[in-house]
């Protein structure tokens, strides 16, 4: 047979390939924020930047609880995220969506990447102690972690 009979049909298979032929969209591309290999999984979307019952370092910090533990949270998927510490421990969260000063809950409204995002936070607090922190979210997903605040857990 003749290369000229050949190529129309070629043509129409080359056109469908590059348009994808009906198939899904690719996944994003995802870079930069997933969680290190020392991280807390909470859930399958939701990660906490430290080590579960592990002292998390903390420095001095302004305020009625003198002590800041500083580490990250990360999170995929869609939905709301609540991040809630329990109200029978001195410690608050700071950052992590949390607004007031005295937040024992902070909610990221309205995650919506399947990427991880990485939000800035952590726990003031007095004293050493461990707290379970609980995660609500995305969606129907549930679970919680201990940490170390000036001690191990």
């Known amino acids: 047979m003749r290369l000229e009979r050949l190529l129309p049909g070629l043509a129409a298979i ?12 690719p996944a994003p591309a995802c870079a930069g924020d997933e969680p290190s290999r020392t991280a807390t ?9 430290a080590p579960a ?25 869609e939905g709301t995220v609540v991040v809630r510490v329990p109200s029978g421990q001195r410690v608050r969260i700071v950052g992590w969506g949390g607004a007031a000063d005295d937040a ?3 909610a990221l ?7 991880w995002t990485a939000y ?4 003031a ?29």
């Open 14 to 25: 080359v056109v469908l390939g590059a348009c994808g032929g009906g198939q899904d969209e």
């Open 41 to 49: 999984y909470v859930n399958e979307d939701v990660a906490f930047a």
């Open 53 to 77: 019952g592990a002292e998390v370092q903390s420095d001095r910090f302004d305020g009625p609880l003198p002590r800041f533990a500083k580490f990250g949270l990360h999170v995929r998927g």
């Open 104 to 106: 024992r809950e902070a």
């Open 109 to 115: 409204v309205e995650t919506a990447s399947a990427c």
């Open 120 to 123: 800035p936070g952590g726990l």
């Open 125 to 153: 607090f007095a004293g050493p102690q461990c707290v379970r922190v609980q995660v609500e979210g995305p969606g129907e997903q549930r679970g919680s972690a201990r940490f170390g605040l000036r001690r191990d857990c």
